[in-house]
C-alpha cells in the first residue's frame, strides 16, 4: 500500500446523505475478477444524468468527495472503495460512515475522513459557490484546509499510522503468528470443520 | 476470581482473542468458519497467489456458487460471460487452494448463509466471517458473525484470523406474543425504522427478550440477517434449547461426548445478569403488525396499514430531503394507503427469506388460490436442500398451481448479479433485505415484505396481508 500523508485535489460537492455501496457501484459491475478497472462503474446510475456533479466540467476531475452522512451503508463489497480509487479520489469527507466501507477504505489507501456535518456544509457551499477549488487534506495533523477555511477530521489512530506509514496488514498479522499457533493449539475438539462427513 | 458480568458478545470476543492489541492497536481475533462466494473472493485469492501464500486454515473454509448463478437451466454453462468468467475463477481458485466448494447444480449449493447452519457449520460461541454483508445471519446461533472487505477475506485466508477493534453493544428487547400474520421479517423492519439505517453503526446488537425466545432458528436469522440494515456489524441471540435442537441432527454438529462438552459450553453463551449494555431498545411485540418500506432504504418502512408519508412533515433537513428522492425514485403519492400499491413481481426468497419455513408460510396463504394476472411471481429456494425439501412437502405443487415459478436455488432477485431482476420502473414485493435504487436491477422499485405479505401480495395484485384476501373471499 502507497503511503498516504497528505493530498491536494479538486473538492466535489455530493450533497447526498445515505450513499449506499449499491450507488457507488452497482452490482452488475461486480463481475469482474480484476483489481482494477472499475472506475466506470462509480456511481454509474447517477452518472447517466448530465447533470450529475461528476459530469461538471470543474468536478470532473476531482480526487477528495464531500458526501452526506452515512455514506458507505449497505453492502461489503470493497469494489466500491477500488471504483472511488480508480476513479482517482483519494479522499472520502462525510460526518458519519458505515462500518464496513470505512475499514475497507482503510485498507485500500483511502482516506474515509469524518467530518462535523457543520463543517461538511461550510465545504458543500465552498465549493459549489467556486466550483473547481482545491481541498487539501493533511493525514499528519487531520486537517481540511480549501480557501480560508480550515476544518478538523477524525479517523482512528491505528488506521492513521497504517495509513501514513503504508503498512498490508497481512504482513502485520504474520508477525504474530506463533500467537495463532499457540491459540490454534488451545481450540476445543468439538468445533466443526468442513472436511465432508461421509 | 471474580469476573465482571459480560454479554453474550464479549464473551465470544473474549474467547477468541490471539492477541491483545495495545494502546490503539486492536484486538487480533481468531475466526471459526470462513464462508466464502465468487463475487467477494476472486482478488483475495489473487493477493495470495501474488504473494506466495496459502490458505492457512482450508477445513475451516468453505465456498459455495450463489450471487452469480442463474435458476433456471442450471444443467447449461451460464450464458452471461462476465458471470461465467467469475464462478470459473472461484472454481479454479477452490481447487487450487484446496477449499471444499458447491457448485451451481449441486445437492448442497445455495446462497452461502442458508448453506453454513444446514450444514450445522454454524454453532453457537464461533466467529463467522464472509465476504457478504448478510453474514450477521449467523448470530442466531449465538455466534460472533460479520460481514468483511476482500482485504479482510485475503487476510482471513492467509491468516484465520482479524484485526479488530471492539464493538458497543446494542439491546434490541423484544417481549410478549407477535399477532397473527406477524413474522420475524415484520420484528426486524419494525427495528429498523426505528433505529434508522444508520442508528447501529459501530454496534452488536443481541436480540433478546420473550418474543426472540419463541422464535424458531429460522425466524431468528431472518432477525439477525437484516442487523446490517440498521447499520449493526452484527446481530446475536443466545443459544437455548431451540438452537441445540436445531443442531442436533446436523452433518457438521458435534457428537457422543463432544456433543455433551458443547452443549455444556454453548449453555455459558449468555448475557450475565448485571452485565451493561451501551444502549438499549425495547419493543413490545403487540405493537408490530405486517410492515413493509416505501422507500429506498430498509429504514424507511411502516405498518402496511399505514399510507405514504408526505416528506414535507419530516423536520430533519436530511431525512426530508432523502424521503423526497425516494418517493420520486419509487414514483409514490404522498397519503397514498400502501394497500393500494400495485405490484407487477413477488419475490420470494434470498438469505433473508428462502428457507423452508419460509416456503411453507407463504404456500400456506397460496393452497387453492391464483397468483394475479397483472404479477409474475418468483419462488427462489435458498439452497437445493430447501428446494428438495420443500418438493417432498409438495410445496412446489402449490407454487405452480397458483401460477407463480418455481425456481433453482439462488441469490436470485435479491440483487442484480444474475438473470432475474426487474425492468426499469418495475415495481416488486420482495423477501429480500434491501430496496436502494437499482438493487433488484436498474430502474426497479423494491418494497420490501415478508413472505406471508409477499403471498397475498401475489394474490390481490396490491400490498397486503393475508387478511386482506379472506376479507375479499
New interface residues.
Given amino acids: 500500500m502507497e503511503p498516504f500523508r497528505s493530498h491536494t485535489g479538486v473538492g466535489v460537492p455530493l450533497r447526498r446523505s445515505y450513499v449506499d455501496t449499491d450507488q457507488i457501484i452497482p452490482a452488475v459491475y461486480l463481475k469482474r475478477v480484476s483489481r482494477t478497472g472499475f472506475e466506470d462503474g462509480l456511481f454509474a446510475a447517477w452518472r447517466s444524468d448530465p447533470g450529475f456533479v461528476l459530469n461538471l466540467e470543474p468536478f470532473r476531475g476531482g480526487s477528495v468527495l464531500v458526501a452526506g452522512p452515512d455514506f458507505g451503508t449497505g453492502s461489503s463489497r470493497e469494489h466500491a472503495v477500488w471504483a472511488l480509487s480508480d476513479y482517482g479520489f483519494r479522499v472520502v469527507i462525510s460526518s458519519r460512515f458505515a462500518d464496513i466501507f470505512r475499514g475497507n477504505a482503510g485498507k485500500q489507501g483511502l482516506l474515509a475522513a469524518q467530518c462535523d456535518q457543520a463543517d461538511v456544509e461550510l465545504l458543500w457551499k465552498l465549493l459549489e459557490n467556486e466550483p473547481g477549488t482545491e481541498v487539501a487534506v493533511d493525514l499528519t495533523t487531520k486537517t481540511v484546509r480549501a480557501k480560508g477555511l480550515t476544518v478538523s477530521f477524525a479517523v482512528d489512530d491505528y488506521t492513521r499510522w497504517r495509513l501514513l506509514e503504508g503498512l498490508d496488514d497481512i504482513a502485520l498479522t504474520l508477525r504474530h503468528s506463533d500467537f495463532i499457533d499457540t491459540f490454534e493449539g488451545s481450540r476445543p475438539n468439538w468445533l466443526p470443520t468442513t472436511t465432508v462427513v461421509q | 476470581m471474580a469476573t465482571q458480568p459480560r454479554t453474550l458478545a464479549e464473551k465470544v470476543w473474549d474467547a477468541h482473542v490471539?492477541?491483545r492489541?495495545s494502546g490503539?492497536?486492536?484486538d487480533?481475533l481468531?475466526i471459526?468458519?470462513h464462508l466464502v462466494h465468487e463475487?467477494?473472493s476472486?482478488?483475495a485469492f489473487?493477493g495470495l497467489r501474488l504473494?506466495g501464500?496459502p490458505v492457512?486454515r482450508?477445513?475451516?473454509?468453505?465456498a459455495t456458487e450463489d450471487?452469480?448463478v442463474p435458476t433456471t437451466d442450471i444443467d447449461q454453462p451460464i450464458a452471461?460471460l462476465?458471470?461465467r468468467?467469475?464462478v470459473d475463477?472461484l472454481r479454479r481458485n477452490c481447487a487450487e487452494f484446496g477449499v471444499?466448494l458447491h457448485p451451481m447444480g449441486d445437492a448442497e449449493q445455495g446462497i452461502v448463509h442458508v448453506v453454513g447452519p444446514q450444514l450445522?457449520?454454524t454453532?453457537p460461541g464461533?466467529t463467522v466471517v464472509c465476504?457478504?454483508?448478510h453474514t450477521s445471519t449467523h448470530g442466531a446461533f449465538g455466534a460472533l458473525a460479520f460481514?468483511?472487505?476482500?482485504?479482510?477475506v485475503?487476510?482471513v485466508l492467509?491468516?484465520?484470523?482479524l484485526?479488530l477493534?471492539p464493538f458497543r453493544t446494542l439491546a434490541v428487547t423484544i417481549d410478549g406474543e407477535l399477532g397473527t400474520d406477524v413474522t420475524a421479517k415484520d420484528v426486524i423492519l419494525a427495528v429498523i425504522a426505528r433505529l434508522g439505517?444508520?442508528g447501529a453503526?459501530?454496534y452488536v446488537i443481541e436480540y433478546r427478550g420473550s418474543a426472540i425466545d419463541a422464535m424458531s432458528m429460522e425466524a431468528r436469522m431472518t432477525v439477525c440477517n437484516m442487523s446490517?440494515?440498521a447499520?449493526a456489524?452484527a446481530g446475536m441471540i443466545a443459544p437455548d434449547d431451540t438452537t441445540f435442537a436445531y443442531l442436533a441432527s446436523r452433518?457438521?454438529?458435534?457428537s457422543g461426548a463432544?456433543?455433551d462438552?458443547?452443549v455444556a459450553?454453548w449453555r455459558t453463551l449468555r448475557t450475565d445478569d448485571g452485565a451493561g449494555f451501551d444502549r438499549e431498545l425495547v419493543l413490545e411485540a403487540d405493537s408490530v403488525g405486517p410492515f413493509v418500506t416505501w422507500g429506498t432504504?430498509p429504514g424507511q418502512g411502516l405498518p402496511l396499514t399505514g399510507s405514504v408519508p408526505d416528506p414535507a412533515a419530516i423536520a430533519d433537513e436530511?431525512?426530508r430531503?432523502?424521503a423526497e428522492?425516494a418517493l420520486s425514485y419509487m414514483d409514490l403519492t404522498p397519503g397514498t394507503p400502501l394497500r393500494e400499491v400495485a405490484v407487477d413481481t413477488v419475490f420470494l426468497g434470498s438469505c433473508t427469506n428462502g428457507r423452508i419455513e419460509d416456503l411453507r408460510a407463504a404456500a400456506e396463504v397460496l393452497r387453492g388460490r391464483t397468483v394475479a394476472g397483472s404479477v409474475r411471481m418468483l419462488v427462489v429456494p435458498g439452497s437445493m436442500r430447501v428446494r428438495a425439501q420443500a418438493e417432498s412437502e409438495g410445496l412446489h405443487e402449490v407454487f405452480l398451481n397458483a401460477g407463480a415459478e418455481w425456481r433453482q436455488a439462488g441469490c436470485s432477485m435479491c440483487?442484480?448479479?444474475n438473470p432475474d431482476q426487474l425492468a426499469p420502473g418495475e415495481r416488486s414485493a420482495s423477501t429480500s433485505n434491501?430496496n436502494?435504487?437499482?438493487?433488484q436491477g436498474?430502474g426497479g422499485r423494491t418494497h420490501l415484505v415478508s413472505p406471508l405479505v409477499a403471498a397475498a401480495t401475489a394474490v390481490r395484485g396490491r400490498l397486503s396481508s393475508p387478511d386482506d384476501l379472506d376479507e375479499e373471499s
Avoid at chain 2, 460481514?147 to 479482510?152: A, D, F, N, P, V
Avoid at chain 2, 436502494?436 to 438493487?439: K, L, P, T
Fill in positions: 490471539v492477541r492489541g490503539d492497536e486492536p487480533l481468531y471459526d468458519l463475487v467477494t476472486p482478488q489473487d504473494a501464500r492457512r482450508p477445513d475451516l473454509t468453505i450471487h452469480n452471461d462476465v458471470s468468467t467469475q475463477t471444499r450445522g457449520l454453532q464461533m465476504g457478504d454483508s460481514g468483511i472487505g476482500t482485504s479482510e485475503e487476510h492467509a491468516t484465520q484470523t484485526p477493534r439505517t444508520g453503526q459501530g446490517i440494515e447499520g456489524r452433518p457438521h454438529a458435534p463432544e456433543w462438552a458443547a459450553y432504504n436530511s431525512e430531503t432523502a428522492r440483487l442484480g448479479m434491501r436502494f435504487e437499482g438493487r436498474k
